[in-house]
């Protein structure tokens, strides 16, 4: 009669050096680097213990781009989530003066490059019906004391090109044209969802749409830690490409309209690969 082999049996009859070989096996297998940033917007509102809104809401502090002045300060909600998106919109009506009403999402945690950070973000705009809107996403830091010498690394959508993406690169150099590429969609526009990556390395920055890489540079490459920052805003008449003349603010809280709406489904943030 056979007698079914146990556990132990089975062990001894493996050769020892089979049995060395699947414990380096193991040991070896790629680990994936845990995330330093990571939602899916699935809760019922924004984590607040992951991303803040500008700390204050005046023309002097860096909350006001453009035509545009973002909604901040500390009595200021967070914006409001559904079906797993979070939509930041840009309305034609601001109370304080005249100016479109946007808004923009800083991540609370300062991000360093370290041996490589990967950035993805999956996001559209939601209608891109009006010319003249700017939706960004984007790694942004000022240098200590000053108003413009900067790093940024961005993917901007602007409703005027919808069917390409502008990627733009700052090293510690003033506000300004920057470093600037256009690059086409393989498929759809920005107002369909797409994955934008960007990942940042001490010596070269790639951005990838969709896991394709369509840019690639060694050159002005940011070193200071960035906050990660998402927005929607309308350019001024000195940035040709993002301005349009066919918007303007509405004079009262009655004729206001949202004008489009930056919608972000997923933001991850980890360490690259060594």
Not at 56 to 71: C, L
Not at 90 to 107: D, K, M, V
Not at 121 to 137: C, E, F, S, T, W
Request: with cysteine; charged share 20%; glycine share 8%.
């Amino acid at each position: 009669m056979n007698v079914p082999a146990t556990m132990p049996d089975i062990l001894k009859r493996i050769p020892a050096f089979a049995v060395l070989a699947a414990v380096v096996a193991a040991l070896t297998l790629p680990v994936h680097a845990a995330a330093l940033l990571s939602d899916d917007f699935g809760g019922m509102s924004v984590d607040k213990t992951l991303w803040r809104l500008p700390k204050s809401e005046t023309s002097a502090d860096g909350t006001f781009v453009g035509r545009t002045q973002f909604r901040g300060g500390d009595k200021a909600a967070l914006p409001p989530v559904a079906d797993g998106n979070v939509c930041l919109d840009i309305q034609s009506f601001n109370r304080r003066q005249s100016s479109f009403y946007g808004t923009e999402l800083i991540s609370n945690q300062a991000f360093s490059v370290g041996k490589g950070l990967d950035i993805t973000v999956r996001a559209r705009m939601k209608n891109a019906d009006y010319r003249g809107i700017v939706g960004g996403l984007f790694l942004y830091s000022l240098s200590t004391g000053s108003n413009t010498i900067h790093d940024e690394i961005d993917f901007e959508m602007l409703t005027n090109v919808p069917d390409k993406i502008q990627t733009n690169i700052y090293g510690n150099e003033a506000l300004g044209i920057g470093h600037s590429e256009m690059v086409p969609y393989r498929l759809g526009s920005i107002a369909n969802e797409h994955s934008y990556e960007i990942k940042w390395q001490p010596n070269r920055v790639s951005w990838l749409i969709d896991g394709e890489v369509v840019r690639t540079t060694t050159s002005n490459i940011p070193t200071r830690p960035m906050n990660f920052y998402l927005n929607i805003w309308a350019p001024d008449k000195y940035w040709p490409q993002g301005f349009s003349d066919t918007i303007q603010p509405s004079d009262t809280q009655a004729s206001n309209i949202v004008l489009d709406s930056l919608c972000i489904a997923s933001v991850t943030i980890k360490p690259l690969k060594p």
